[in-house]
């Protein structure tokens, strides 16, 4: 089990400087009791060394070096961990640490001992009832005493602020899940509530308590995210549209007051892409197969299997024309320098078309093409 000595957080004098107080303040008593024997006066024993003007052990009789209750009570949440301390409910760690922290914040201490180190060393009785050992070593003029006591610190089990909300379905704003010009696919719904948790996830670790979510509901055209944190929404839409691409606008509701407040809730429109992977798409005398539909957008551009790429702002006017899971199979019939030989598609004649960049399918074999009103391309 872990111990710990506190001497150093309390801010207690160190040796070196009590040194120094001793020189300074009390040399005479010092040299005094060391030249003559005294007689305490409680005891009538004879001593070199007075404590507060008795001997060491009267001293000892009388002093308490702590105060600590036999028995101390303590909260934690039991859905997140978090612990109820100074009025607050705060992250604090295993319940093991909670009963040393409560013990060390019941233990007094009176003035005028020096040097103190405190130990502490909890045993789990159960999972939620501790022993903690405590000992203190301080000393008096010069004399070292010491003390210890056990308390035991139960820990109750309960919902904290937070995980109360949660359970009652707060909420402060809206993640509205949509697409651009179209119905997002059921994948790319998946995908978003994915980065959704991520997201939630990792903010709830930066210590957002209120980074949940709520509830989720999915329609036809997409999915509204209902969110405990507004603050983690602004993230949560920033790392979707770092994935994924797309657009989000912000927009506030008045949803009633709380202690003399409006309180808003935030309502997060986003807009997924125009255009997903494997779209092709005409655009500025082109056709694209799209890769990637983001801030940036990338694709082959068909006609002459050269890279495309382009800023999502500039990416403006494009003319869907199908998508790549919609290409038909064909035979390829002969392969030439600058052009292979196809049956095209649909009226089944035999058609010329642009060769690929990197093409090895041998004539007679089955290729897959995409057919538009700018021709027919080999994919
Ligand atoms: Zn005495
Ligand atoms: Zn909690």
Redesign the pocket.
């Known amino acids: 089990m872990a111990g710990r000595k506190l001497a150093a957080e309390k801010g207690i004098k160190t040796n070196g400087m009590k040194e120094m107080t001793q020189k300074s303040n009390q040399p005479e008593t010092k040299t005094a009791s060391a030249a003559a024997m005294i007689v ?1 006066p ?2 009538g ?1 004879e001593t070199d060394k007075t404590v507060k003007n ?2 060491p ?2 001293f000892g009789k009388r002093l308490n070096l702590f105060d600590l209750p036999e028995v101390l009570h303590a909260r934690i949440c039991q859905r997140c961990g978090a612990h109820y301390y100074k009025s607050k409910w705060e992250d604090m760690g295993t319940p093991e640490e909670v009963a040393m922290l409560t013990a060390e914040s019941h233990l007094a201490i009176p003035d005028g001992i020096e040097n103190i180190t405190v130990g502490m060393h909890p045993y789990a009785r159960s999972p939620y009832i501790f022993d903690v050992l405590v000992d203190v070593e301080g000393e008096v003029d010069g004399v070292k005493y010491y003390k210890d006591a056990k308390t035991e610190v139960r820990i109750k089990r309960e919902a904290c602020e937070m995980c109360s909300r949660r359970a009652g379905g707060y909420f402060e704003g809206i993640i509205q899940i949509r697409a651009n010009n179209r119905i997002p696919t059921k994948e790319e719904v998946t995908e978003c509530l994915k980065l959704v948790e991520e997201s939630m996830t990792a903010q709830l670790k930066k210590g957002d308590k209120l980074a949940f979510v709520t509830d989720t509901m999915t329609f036809k055209d997409g999915a509204d995210v209902y969110i405990g944190s507004s603050k983690a929404g602004k993230h949560v839409c920033k790392h979707i549209i770092e994935v994924m691409g797309g657009t989000v606008a912000e927009s506030y509701t008045l949803a009633g007051m709380k202690d003399g407040k409006d309180i808003y809730r935030t309502t997060f429109a986003m807009k997924l892409p125009e255009f997903k992977k494997g779209d092709v798409v005409y655009f500025e005398d082109k056709v694209i197969e799209i890769k990637n539909c983001g801030k940036r957008v990338t694709g082959i551009n068909l006609m002459n299997s050269s890279n495309f790429f382009i800023d999502g702002e500039h990416f403006k006017g494009a003319k869907l024309l199908g998508n790549t899971a919609d290409a038909k199979e064909t035979v390829l019939v002969s392969v030439e320098e600058h052009g292979i030989q196809i049956l095209d598609p649909e009226t089944f004649e035999t058609v010329t078309i642009q060769k690929p960049m990197s093409f090895n399918a041998l004539p007679g074999s089955e290729i897959k093409v995409f057919k538009t009103e700018y021709g027919i391309f080999a994919l």
Do not use: P
């Open positions: 305490c409680e005891c024993k008795v001997c052990d009267c």
